[in-house]
């Protein structure tokens, strides 16, 4: 990948939980991490994925589209009535997914350049002007592809877009920093702070992570930092873990806290990348978030009264 | 507590939780309780002492004809007062209620009987009272209503796109007349000059332009002198029938046993004795003057939409101020007084016989529009505490009269926009916004005064109105440009209208070689539907001041009193007539023209063979056919293709009204406000290139077709504004719906998104926008159980309604509209 040219999976408008204001939203593809929780499986991956939704698809006896097109002959009528597709044969090339009538067959990620992303997130800058929006970069995790991420940031600057960053972190120091030149705002994530705890959950080590986020808030005092912790039933759901991530975070002024309840919205999507879900079963306790919010207000508290 | 897994707008929690409203407001709920939900009967008094009159005036100048019935009615009709309510004045008896207009619909009440049993907006009336009907009053009109007259002057080419029936009753659903069942459309008065003045005064005026009168002028003496000779007796009828309620209010106040309740029928009789004659010296006066003449217009005709309240918030706050200043106001006793207003208003139902009207206006509709906000005449921030005071009522009290519409502009205070935020998340749909930065600079270009402009009213469902330089428009065209794209498809014919011609022969779709040629056909189709448009909407206007007049309006009018001509004339010296026509299924057209155009042309995914196969067969057996047309670039999505087409479409149609506007002096404009009829309106056409199944309804206004807008709610503001032709001035309202899920906009960032949406929105001088705030599950469960959700309130055109008053089509058109939720 070049730097004037990234893989995207989706771009999303009216964006208003995900920093200040009306934002869009634009996912790229890849990430180091394996969190068993993720809601957006169909962006682990760097390269684009095909994705069956059995929801959408007509039927084999009503369309078979798929199959009179596939230039491998790889799939078949299952006996459900859909369709299978052999893995063997499958050469990637995604055609199918062009002549799906109801995209039920559907590729995540395309590959997109700087210009058409930000022509794509000034179509609703009208709404950024007056919300203080503006465009988020997201992920999976965004500094994977870490020059297009700074390209495209550079050049929201140069539109004047506000932008802002969602990241795990987990990134080379420098490429981090590289963005930060071109933020408002900075959105990253704690998810845990023993480090144990951390490779169990997401598959890697949060040494890096934690680093960073001390060396950024130091290196960059006046950006705008929002940490959070993504609240996950039978990993973080505790008061001691919230505390402790708490206490980590560095006290000063230009940094909030907020706590995200964990959701299974992103559960389908297991199923259409034929992925099983590691997370089935579980959710969050009836009334501990009203207990950790209290930790996250006075946290808050905190951190704006240091001057 | 609540069944769902989501957050709820705070009109849903009390539903869901029964939380009882009602403390503080113990009188209001009392008069609501006593005909709430209830099926409203019909009031005949009207028609009988009107008919009564007209029946001994043939021959006479018809505004005088009006004058002496409506001063017959003045005097003859029952008068009430509502027991409990603090104001006086109804058209008719105690109850949810509506009134007979027979000069508009009298040569058709055969069917009075059945009104009870129909699905939309029911009315119950006596067999007595329906024999008194058919006895004295329908038959004098027959021969002589606005509809047969109409109905006989369409020419068989018109009559053939217009009507289903050879009485003119039913609609063909194509190029439909809106005129027969309204005297007229939406409309504001000066309420100001009537608080101001009172009807001694505005008698005085007519009497001294009477006088000025040259008496040896033949044309003077027989063009001018019965209209001012009608305003001298408007004005006295209207005094008269305001004093009968001082009497009544006297008359009750000696049988009155609590002593609280006869002080207060004292001092209303006293307050009737001088309301409306003289000048208003208090907020109480003020509301029971303005109440007279809203009622007294009621009676006068039936203007579409009721007259509106035009701009409550000016007009009542020096009355206002100055009482609370005094001690002898409370801001909750206002408060009180206009809610007492709001529930009176509550039990007039503008009632329609005509099925067609009927269609259009589901859910018991009216439309006495109260506007708030806005500028001052010189364009300085017009709002005030009487504003914070209306959506505070709103908000604590959400019934569905009077509409509330609130006037944004680029100065708006943020504690305006705020509170509007606010009571627009209770969920009940108030206030409607209309945005001052796109009407002010059109009507100022289509030639009004800047002052005038910027003092204007919102009227009826979405539109704006200068009381005293505009003049009344006819009921509209509604264009069906659906159906345009369905005789395209079929060389001229309608599936449901078989093998008649409707529009034109453009050729077998099939053999059509490129987009060019495609759209050339859909030109031709739209084109000839303008065309028959312009010519009915001709013959509507250059019949209407045969049939009706409108003393009351006129003697109101600047214009109409300087220059001695009724308000119903079509040419008044001085004069603009801002009328339009209406465009129906806008957001289908566009799809479909879109989806041809990439998906057979330029894609060549499918062939024009496949897609009328499908489309002829309702897509059964053709489900890939159907999904590929739903996957076209479309309206709504911030996409330039499809916008790109939907601004060549409104070019179109603002082309031909620029010609033919300036040929006829009047305007005649493109508008996208279906009411709740683009419902009705889908059921005649079949299924569509865009992937819409057959009869199922059209896009709504300037909303994108059902399900279409999956970029979000900004995305559907964008499109608006990138459609739009806004160097060209043949243009009207546009109404634009959003749906937003609670949880959107919880909480105060909630409340700051709305606002910033509301921002951008006037920014991008987007003319209307209303919000329904409300999650799907609610809508479906209130259809399950109608019983436990009476008081949910939705948005529905240019109105809130109740939900459960809703048919079914219409109800699952609003569960169908989408919900916006990004998280």
Not at chain 2, 283 to 294: E, H, K, L, P, T
Not at chain 2, 473 to 500: I, P, W
Not at chain 2, 760 to 769: A, V
Request: aromatic share 10%; charged share 25%.
């Amino acid at each position: 990948m070049s730097a004037n040219e990234g893989i995207v999976f989706n771009i999303q408008n009216f964006s208003v939980h995900d920093g200040t204001g009306i934002r869009t939203i634009v996912f790229l593809k890849g990430c180091p991490l394996r969190c068993a929780w993720c809601s957006n499986p169909e962006s682990q991956l760097m390269k684009p994925q095909l994705a069956f939704n059995p929801m959408k698809c007509l039927t084999t006896e009503k369309c078979t589209r798929c199959m009179d097109n596939c230039p491998q002959d790889a799939i078949s009528p299952s006996p459900d009535g859909l369709i299978a597709i052999d893995p063997e044969a499958c050469i990637h090339c995604h055609t199918c997914a062009e002549h799906c009538a109801a995209n039920a067959l559907n590729v995540y990620g395309k590959t997109m350049t700087v210009k058409e992303v930000i022509r794509e997130v000034e179509k609703e800058a009208a709404f950024y002007a007056r919300s203080g929006g503006g465009m988020t970069l997201s992920g999976g995790e965004a500094l994977s592809q870490p020059d297009f991420s700074l390209a495209l940031l550079k050049e929201a600057k140069r539109h004047r877009i506000k932008t802002a960053i969602e990241t795990c972190a987990y990134a080379r120091y420098d490429d981090l920093k590289a963005v930060c030149e071109y933020l408002d705002e900075l959105i990253v994530d704690i998810k845990a702070v023993d480090d144990e705890k951390h490779k169990k959950g997401t598959g890697v080590s949060n040494q890096r992570i934690l680093e960073n986020i001390k060396c950024v808030a130091a290196e960059f005092p006046d950006l705008r930092i929002l940490i959070r912790t993504p609240v996950i039933p039978g990993f973080n759901d505790t008061e001691e873990e919230i505390r402790a991530i708490v206490d980590f975070i560095p006290v000063q002024p230009s940094i909030a806290y907020e706590l995200l309840p964990y959701h299974r919205m992103g559960q389908p999507k297991y199923a259409y990348l034929g992925m099983e879900f590691p997370y089935e079963g579980k959710a969050l306790e009836e009334g501990i978030m009203d207990r950790l919010r209290i930790i996250e207000s006075e946290a808050n508290q905190r951190f704006k009264q240091k001057q | 507590m609540t069944t769902f897994d989501c957050c709820l707008s705070p009109q849903e929690a009390r539903i869901a939780n029964s939380i009882d409203t009602r403390a503080g407001r113990e009188r209001i709920y009392e008069i609501l309780d006593s005909f709430h939900m209830t099926t409203p009967f019909i009031d005949i008094e009207r028609a009988r002492y009107f008919t009564e009159s007209m029946k001994a005036t043939e021959g006479q100048p018809l505004v005088l004809r009006w004058a002496k019935a409506l001063k017959n009615c003045a005097e003859k009709m029952t008068v009430y007062i509502t027991p409990g309510s603090l104001i006086a004045g109804r058209a008719g008896k105690q109850g949810r209620y509506g009134i007979l207009y027979p000069e508009i619909d009298g040569d058709f009440y055969s069917t009075l009987g059945e009104l009870d049993k129909r699905e939309k907006s029911p009315f119950k009336i006596t067999d007595e009272e329906v024999n008194i009907v058919l006895t004295e009053i329908a038959p004098y009109w027959k021969g002589k209503t606005y509809h047969e007259h109409l109905n006989g002057a369409m020419p068989d080419d018109l009559r053939g796109v217009t009507y289903d029936d050879d009485m003119g009753l039913k609609s063909k659903f194509v190029v439909s007349e809106t005129s027969s069942y309204r005297s007229a459309l939406q409309w504001v008065h000066d309420y100001d000059k009537v608080l101001k003045r009172g009807f001694k005064d505005i008698k005085r005026e007519a009497e001294e332009r009477m006088a000025e009168l040259d008496a040896e002028s033949p044309v003077q003496t027989w063009e001018k002198r019965p209209f001012y000779e009608a305003m001298i007796m408007i004005c006295d009828a209207i005094m008269l029938w305001a004093r009968r309620h001082a009497d009544l209010a006297r008359e009750m106040a000696g049988k009155e046993t609590d002593k609280i309740r006869k002080a207060e029928l004292l001092a209303m009789a006293d307050r009737c004795e001088r309301m409306p004659a003289e000048p208003a010296k208090d907020f109480r006066d003020a509301i029971q003057s303005q109440w007279f003449v809203q009622m007294f217009s009621r009676i006068e005709q039936k203007a579409s939409a009721i007259i509106s309240n035009g701009r409550m918030d000016q007009y009542l706050f020096p009355y206002y101020e100055q009482d609370l200043e005094a001690g002898i106001l409370t801001r909750e006793q206002a408060k009180e007084l206009l809610e007492m207003m709001w529930v009176e208003m509550a039990q007039f139902i503008d009632l329609y016989i005509n099925p067609t009207g009927n269609e259009f206006n589901e859910g018991y509709a009216h439309w006495e529009a109260v506007t708030i906000g806005g500028q001052t005449p010189q364009g300085e921030d017009a709002t005030n505490e009487l504003s914070y005071l209306f959506l505070e009522s709103k908000r604590e009290f959400p019934l569905n009269y009077p509409d509330l519409a609130a006037r944004i502009h680029s100065c708006s205070p943020e504690r305006f926009l705020a509170e509007i935020a606010e009571t627009i998340k209770d969920g009940s749909g108030f206030p409607k916004l209309i945005n001052d930065e796109e009407v002010v600079p059109l009507y100022t270009a289509k030639g009004a005064p800047y002052d005038q402009a910027m003092d204007y009213s919102v009227s009826g469902c979405t539109e704006a109105r200068m009381p005293n330089i505009e003049t009344y428009t006819s009921g509209c065209v509604y264009v069906n440009f659906a159906t345009a794209m369905e005789m395209t498809m079929h060389n001229g014919r309608m599936l449901k209208y078989g093998d008649q011609v409707v529009g034109l022969e453009t050729g077998d779709v099939t053999k059509m070689e490129s987009w060019d040629e495609f759209y050339d056909a859909y030109i031709k189709q739209h084109n000839n539907l303008l065309v028959k448009a312009f010519r009915q909407q001709y013959i509507v206007d250059s019949l209407r001041p045969e049939h009706f007049a409108t003393p009351l309006a006129s003697v109101l009018h600047d214009l109409c009193m300087k220059e001695g001509l009724d308000l119903q004339n079509q040419f008044i010296p001085g004069g603009l007539e801002y009328s339009y026509f209406e465009f129906l299924g806008y957001g289908t057209v566009v799809d479909c023209l879109a989806a041809i155009k990439k998906v057979v042309f330029e894609d060549k995914k499918l062939t024009m063979d496949e897609v009328l196969k499908a489309i002829s067969a309702n897509f059964e057996g053709y489900e890939d056919v159907r999904e590929i047309l739903r996957s076209a670039p479309s309206y709504g999505n911030n996409d330039p293709y499809a916008d790109a087409i939907a601004k060549e479409i409104d070019a179109v149609c603002q082309r031909y009204a620029q010609k033919y506007s300036e040929e006829r002096g009047v305007n005649l404009d493109v508008r996208y406000v279906p009411i709740t009829s683009h419902v009705p309106f889908g059921k005649v056409v079949s299924a569509l290139p865009n992937g819409r199944e057959a009869w199922t309804a059209l896009s709504d206004g300037s909303s994108a077709s059902h399900g279409a807008d999956h970029m979000g709610p900004t995305a559907v503001l964008m499109s608006n504004y990138h459609s739009k032709n806004r160097g060209m001035k043949n243009r009207a309202s546009r109404l634009l719906n959003v749906k937003l899920s609670p949880k959107v906009v919880e909480g105060e960032a909630g409340t700051q998104k709305i606002v910033d949406m509301i921002r951008t929105w006037c920014d991008l001088h987007l003319w209307h926008i209303q919000f329904n705030i409300i999650n799907k599950q609610t809508l479906l469960a209130a259809q399950k159980d109608p019983d436990k959700y009476r008081s949910l309130l939705v948005r529905i055109a240019g109105y809130s309604a109740y939900f459960c008053d809703l048919s079914r089509d219409l109800q699952n058109d609003i569960i169908n509209r989408t919900e916006h939720e990004q998280m």
